[in-house]
């Protein structure tokens, strides 16, 4: 089934295909994804910064402050949690 959805992708956009299994145009894809998610850690990490010091008498109460932590914490360790699950997947499939 799989193959013939993907026969049926190629029929109708045939460069559609080819950008996809393109090593180069994927790695291309991926160093901006990296730049991205580098970008969105770095000004996650700037806000949780700001808040800390322009309301420090509100870190500990606010849930401002804890959402801004919570998410900036899952965007610096997200990254390496699916690089495993992806990598101890591709282990069990071998």
Same mark, same amino acid.
């Given at each position: 089934?799989? &193959? &013939?959805?993907?026969?049926?992708? !190629?029929?109708?956009?045939?460069? @559609?295909?080819?950008?996809? %299994? /393109?090593?180069? !145009?994927?790695?291309?894809?991926?160093?901006? /994804?990296?730049?991205?998610?580098?970008?969105?850690?770095?000004?996650?990490?700037?806000?949780?910064?700001?808040?800390?010091?322009?309301?420090?008498?509100?870190?500990?109460?606010?849930?401002?402050?804890? @959402?801004?932590?919570?998410?900036?914490?899952?965007?610096?360790?997200?990254?390496?949690?699916?690089?495993? %699950?992806?990598?101890?997947?591709?282990? %069990?499939?071998?």
């Amino acid at each position: 089934m799989a &193959y &013939y959805l993907k026969l049926v992708k !190629l029929k109708k956009e045939p460069k @559609g295909f080819v950008a996809e %299994i /393109d090593e180069r !145009l994927v790695s291309q894809k991926n160093e901006a /994804d990296a730049k991205t998610l580098k970008l969105l850690q770095g000004g996650l990490f700037l806000l949780y910064l700001a808040y800390t010091f322009i309301l420090p008498e509100e870190v500990f109460k606010s849930i401002g402050w804890r @959402g801004t932590l919570s998410t900036l914490l899952f965007a610096l360790f997200a990254q390496a949690f699916f690089r495993y %699950i992806t990598s101890r997947s591709n282990h %069990i499939e071998t």
